[in-house]
C-alpha cells in the first residue's frame, strides 16, 4: 500500500508536470494546426502509434523533468504564491513559525497527525508544480498566438484555461501549506498541553 502511494505521488507530483513542460517544449518547436480541431480517433491513433519502448521512455523523462522541476516549482510558490496570498495565510495561519523540532515531534508523538502533514506536503507540491507548468504552457501558447497570428477562439481558450488553471492551482498549494502548518501547530499545543513537551 505504501509503494502505491508513492507511486501515485511521483505521478502527480513530478511525472505529470514534468509532461506538461515536455508538450510545451515540444509546442514551442514545432508548427502547429490552427484549426486545434482533435478527435477521439485522431488520439487513438497518435496513441498507437507510440510503442511501448517509447511511452516507457516518455514517462521516464517526464519524470527527470518533473523532479528537476520541483525544486523551481517551490521557488516559485516561496516567492509568488506566498506573497501574492499573504493575508490568505496571514489570516489563517495559526502559528507562523512552526519549526523542524516541531515537526520532528509530530512525527515522533502523533502519528497520525504526521501522516495528515505528509499529505498536505504532497498535495501542496502537485499543486505548485502543476501551476508552474500551467503557466509556462499558457506562455508558451501566447507566444503561439502572436508570432503565428493564431487567432482562433479555441488557441485564445485554451490559453485563459491554462492561466486559470495555474492560478487555481497556486491557490490550492497555499491552501494545503496552510493546512500543514496549522496541523503542526494544534498538535504542538495539544502536546504541551499534555504535558508532553514545553
Not at 521557488?75 to 520532528?104: A, E, H, M
Request: proline share 1%.
Amino acid at each position: 500500500m505504501d509503494n502505491f502511494k508513492f507511486g501515485l505521488f511521483d505521478i502527480f507530483t513530478y511525472t505529470l508536470p514534468g509532461f506538461v513542460i515536455f508538450f510545451s517544449l515540444l509546442l514551442l518547436y514545432h508548427d502547429v494546426d490552427i484549426s486545434l480541431k482533435v478527435t477521439a480517433e485522431q488520439i487513438v491513433l497518435l496513441i498507437n502509434n507510440f510503442s511501448f519502448n517509447s511511452i516507457i521512455f516518455l514517462f521516464i523523462l517526464s519524470y527527470i523533468i518533473g523532479f528537476i522541476m520541483h525544486f523551481f516549482g517551490y521557488l516559485y510558490f516561496d516567492f509568488i504564491g506566498k506573497r501574492l496570498w499573504s493575508k490568505k495565510i496571514s489570516r489563517k495561519i495559526i502559528d507562523s513559525t512552526p519549526n523542524d523540532s516541531q515537526l520532528v515531534l509530530t512525527r515522533h508523538y502523533s502519528k497520525e497527525n504526521f501522516i495528515y502533514i505528509e499529505l498536505w506536503y504532497a498535495l501542496r507540491g502537485m499543486s505548485y508544480n502543476l501551476s508552474l507548468a500551467f503557466l509556462f504552457l499558457a506562455i508558451i501558447l501566447i507566444s503561439k498566438i502572436f508570432y503565428e497570428s493564431l487567432y482562433q477562439i479555441q488557441w485564445i481558450v485554451l490559453t485563459i484555461t491554462c492561466f486559470c488553471s495555474s492560478i487555481i492551482l497556486l491557490d490550492r498549494a497555499v491552501t494545503f501549506h496552510i493546512w500543514c502548518k496549522n496541523t503542526i501547530s494544534e498538535t504542538n499545543q495539544f502536546l504541551i498541553k499534555k504535558g508532553i513537551m514545553n
